[in-house]
């Protein structure tokens, strides 16, 4: 790991336990590569009383390059999230940029939850699943709509 | 081998004749490092001839323009194609016009030194959190040689680490984001969708090509230099050149960084007058 990416991340796991956004609890960050956190459904949406975990596992030369983020254990349903916990989001993969931080990627993964209207799998989950890779980075994403 | 074995196939037949995503990504990846190996983030100084060899037995128009070129800016330096081409050169240049001994003690010096150190404020002030941005902030004073911390690179170190390097051409984003968003109203207009999806979509990400917009907002955050971009084209006559000067400072008195813009990329372009850094 450089350096750089040691410091960002202590401060950000600094930042995640002293005062995590709401919604967002860290589960476990044992090591500086791979984290669990947890991220709960918001209030009156499709999602509420739900509780799900995003594994983080980090790059060495994170934040330039992203992390890979997966859902974990429960598998929200919903249509950009594939049930290998996958998921289908830009700012994860072509839009990526080093501002973004652990937080804002979970804020912006709860905004998605929140803005469903309709719970249910990708059209696509079982052939995707059966062909993916292990890490979604691997796979070559077309972003049809980031609204839903 | 034993010719009883049946022949393999080495690429079994699967359910679906398409390439698989990984084989895709794999194939662009090695197109990219085929690209990139070995070239500098920036490159030594060298005359225009060496430009005019890559256009040699192609179209008349580019050795045409090249000539007419040579005769104010003879000298170039080429920047890395990785898609930060322009924030990695607009960068350099400016490190290297505060470097220069001639503006040590000069007025724009001071400002300048003002300025750069104030960008912390132009990103805190438009939503970027400071200990997100504080790490690129510190490496991108670095590299202008206005900020040294013991055991961390300065000055060219910078430009050379590939990771240092990074960090400063992420901080010139941030800086490009925040002035859009700070004046959004001005290059709404502009982008073909709202400001902030922008600055997601095509200011934030590395390796993403800067265009006018982006150019505009970044003399506008940095308001210290002019752009004088050169183009490489097709267009008939003789060649154009594109000015981007900061709205709210006295252009006349500020340097200008010139560089040249060839479709997807620009290089540094240096007039007969100007001091450069060996």
Known sequence: MSNLSTKRLTKELAELQKKPPGGVTL??????????????????????????WLRFTFPSNYPLESPEVVFVRNIPI???????????????????????????????????????????????????????????????????DDTV | MASSDPPRDPHPPTT?????????????????????????FVSELAGLEELEKEYEGGAEIFRKKLQELKKDYPIYRSIRKDGNCFYRAFGW???????????????WHDTAKAVLI????????????????????DTFLAAMKLR?????????????????????????????GAELKRSRDLYEGFAEMPIDEFVIKSVEPMALEADNLQISALVNAIPLVNIRIANLDTTPGSINFHEFSPMDADAKTLPVITLLFRPGHYDVLYGKNENVEK
Request: charged share 20%.
């Open chain 2, 93 to 107: 240049r400016l490190a290297e016009l505060l470097w220069s001994p001639s503006s040590a003690s000069s007025f």
């Open chain 2, 148 to 176: 040294e911390a013991p055991g961390e690179p300065t000055g060219l170190e910078v430009f050379q680490s590939e990771y240092a390097s990074s960090t400063t051409i992420c901080h010139l984003r941030l800086c490009t």
């Open chain 1, 78 to 144: 919903h249509p950009h999230i594939y049930s290998n916990g996958h998921i289908c989001l830009s700012i994860l993969y072509d839009h990526w940029s080093p501002a973004l931080t652990i937080s804002s990627v979970c804020l912006s993964i709860l905004s998605m939850l929140s803005s469903c209207t309709n719970k249910e799998r990708p059209p696509d989950d079982s052939r995707y699943v059966a062909h993916a890779a292990k890490s979604p980075k691997q796979t070559n994403w077309a972003f049809h």
């Open chain 2, 16 to 40: 679906d004749e398409r390439p698989t995503d990984q084989q895709i990504l794999d194939y662009e990846n090695s197109l990219r490092a085929e690209l990139l190996a070995d070239a500098p």
């Open chain 2, 118 to 137: 104030s960008t912390r404020e132009l990103l805190t002030s438009s939503g970027y959190e400071q200990v997100m941005i504080e790490d690129f902030y």
């Open chain 1, 27 to 52: 589960e476990s960050a044992d090591n500086l590569s791979q984290w669990v956190v947890k991220v709960e459904g918001a209030k009156d949406t499709l999602y509420q009383n739900e509780v799900f």
